[in-house]
């Protein structure tokens, strides 16, 4: 069986220093043809941030996912690696089924939805996190992080929607609660109101405290805390 240790777990936590600041903001992706990779990235509906050239020997363009930190770049002479040799590059979504949709929508081939098929690391398909053979469909449980889907670039550089609603423990401090997008925070909004509802059939009334509970489902989701009932 997996295991996944938590900074609670090991007793291992931030630097003792806690006064740097770490901020992952640039990933470099190999590519063979960089308009083509500038128009795929673009029909994926990513930011344009740069795309600058010194004559014909140096060229870097960046793109950014919406509501990402982190930013890619490709270009020429950026990257000794091989083109399409970047893979398990995971991309956190709360809404499996709409990212797939999104791209479908762009005309971007997109796997169907799958999930870890229990614990095994070996056999024929492309290893990812959760192992190396893949289950048709979205996990039943439909459980935070075990959902996936993949699409790559025109190089082969492999990308991965992963389904994330609740965050494990550690991840995010319970009073640090963000969103980055709207659609984020309306997903977290629905849930939470799905949630209230099992909640209000329980007490047998209407809460009239419900902001209050909205409030504390959302921040305790995205913390990893014990949800309210």
């Known amino acids: 069986m997996t295991t996944i240790e938590t900074e609670r777990e090991t007793g291992i936590g931030p630097s003792a220093s806690g006064s740097i600041d770490m901020k992952l903001e640039v990933v470099v992706i190999p590519v063979s043809d960089v308009d083509r990779a500038k128009a795929f990235y673009a029909r994926l509906g990513w ?8 004559g014909d ?9 919406p509501g990402s930190a982190c930013s890619v770049i490709f270009g020429r002479n950026v990257t000794a690696a091989a083109p399409g040799s970047a893979r398990g590059l995971y991309l956190i979504v709360s809404d499996l089924e709409a990212a ?6 762009r005309s971007i081939e997109v796997s169907a939805p799958f999930h870890g098929a229990g614990d095994l690391h070996a056999g024929p398909d492309e290893p990812y996190l959760f192992g190396s053979v893949r289950a048709g469909g979205i996990d039943p449980k439909r459980g935070s992080y075990s959902s996936f889907a993949s699409f790559s670039d025109p190089d082969g550089n492999g990308w991965l929607f992963q389904e994330v609603t609740t965050r494990l ?8 609660a963000t969103f980055a997008s709207a659609t984020d ?7 939470a109101a799905i949630a209230h509802g099992e909640h ?8 009239e405290n419900w902001p209050d509970w909205y409030a504390d489902y ?3 989701e995205q913390a990893g805390q014990e949800l309210p009932t």
């Open 185 to 191: 925070l309306a997903a977290a909004l629905r849930r």
């Open 169 to 176: 423990p550690g991840r995010i401090a319970g009073d640090g």
């Open 218 to 220: 959302i921040v305790r």
């Open 200 to 207: 209000e059939t329980r007490t047998g009334g209407h809460d």
């Open 57 to 65: 020997d140096w060229r870097v363009i960046q793109f950014t996912p």
């Open 100 to 105: 797939r949709q999104d791209l479908l929508d």
């Open 47 to 54: 930011r344009l941030d740069a795309d600058f050239a010194s």
